[in-house]
């Protein structure tokens, strides 16, 4: 069992930068696949992000790719979404998924998740 913790987030303004955290605990949880997903008000939830339990491997959606950047500190089991060059597009609930498959990252399958934190980007 694996207990997933998001902060970060907030109100920003277009182009600016926001950095997201997601705090893990429990069993094992460096070793982890740990995603980020978004979902926005009326639309479906959709990938942003993935990064191997290694770190060595990360995956971003094209609509973020070149602005966001995922990373993981394991000795803090803390898993980051650096985002740059905001949009207002990007606003929505922004949470933090794990598995304990390390193959689940190529299949950005995950059977824990977070609450999640709003980010709103205003133009």
């Known amino acids: 069992q694996v207990q997933l913790v998001e902060s970060g987030g907030g109100l920003v303004q277009a182009g600016g930068s926001l950095r997201l955290s997601c705090a893990a605990s429990?069993?094992?949880?460096?070793?982890?696949?740990m995603g980020w997903f978004r979902q926005a008000p009326g639309k479906e939830r959709e990938f942003v992000a993935a990064?191997?339990?290694?770190?060595?491997?990360?995956d971003m959606s094209a609509a973020v790719k070149g602005r966001f950047t995922i990373s993981r500190d394991n000795a803090k089991n803390t898993v980051y979404l650096q985002m740059n060059s905001l949009k207002p597009e990007d606003t929505a609930v922004y949470s933090c998924?794990?598995?304990?498959?390390?193959?689940?990252?190529?299949?950005?399958?995950?059977?824990?998740w977070g609450q999640g934190t709003q980010v709103t980007v205003s133009s």
């Open positions: 998924a794990a598995d304990p498959n390390p193959s689940n990252y190529y299949t950005r399958t995950y059977n824990y």
């Open positions: 429990g069993r094992t949880p460096s070793r982890y696949a």
């Open positions: 990064i191997s339990w290694g770190g060595g491997n990360t």
